[in-house]
């Protein structure tokens, strides 16, 4: 979608911080460019090598820094997958997709896992 617009994409991954705490054992710096690298690998499969994608690595709870990021980059669609978790496994671990669709004025598409 983005090539057919001509459209600015940028890919925004959230690390939650209960699990950045427990890496915080090993060196940051070292963490930090093995996410990138990571995050590059995983979205030049899934989407090609597309000439001015930028990433953005953040730490914190992920529907808050998604819906701060779509406001900060003036974004016209936020594009994301879910894990299409239900009933208790929902209740556990709530639903990061279902809140930016509550909270964005932003319109959403969501992509489930199959």
């Known amino acids: 979608m983005a ?3 001509n459209a600015r994409l ?3 991954f959230v ?3 209960l699990l950045s705490r427990a890496a915080l054992r090993f060196d940051e710096d070292e963490l930090a460019r093995r996410t990138q690298s990571e ?3 995983f979205v030049q499969k899934a989407i090609g090598n ?3 994608c930028r990433y953005e690595i953040v730490n914190g ?3 808050a820094e998604i819906l701060k990021a779509a ?4 974004a016209d669609l936020i594009v994301m997958g879910t894990q299409g978790h239900r009933g208790p496994k929902r209740l556990l671990f709530g639903s990061t997709a279902a ?3 509550k909270r964005t004025t932003v319109p959403v598409l969501v992509v489930p896992p199959k």
């Not at 406001?71 to 003036?74: F, M, V, W």
């Open 3 to 5: 090539d057919c617009f």
């Open 10 to 12: 940028t890919v925004v």
């Open 15 to 17: 690390d939650d911080p």
């Open 39 to 41: 995050l590059t690998r």
């Open 50 to 52: 597309r000439p001015g």
């Open 61 to 63: 709870d992920p529907a």
């Open 71 to 74: 406001r900060r980059l003036k």
């Open 99 to 101: 809140t930016v669709v």
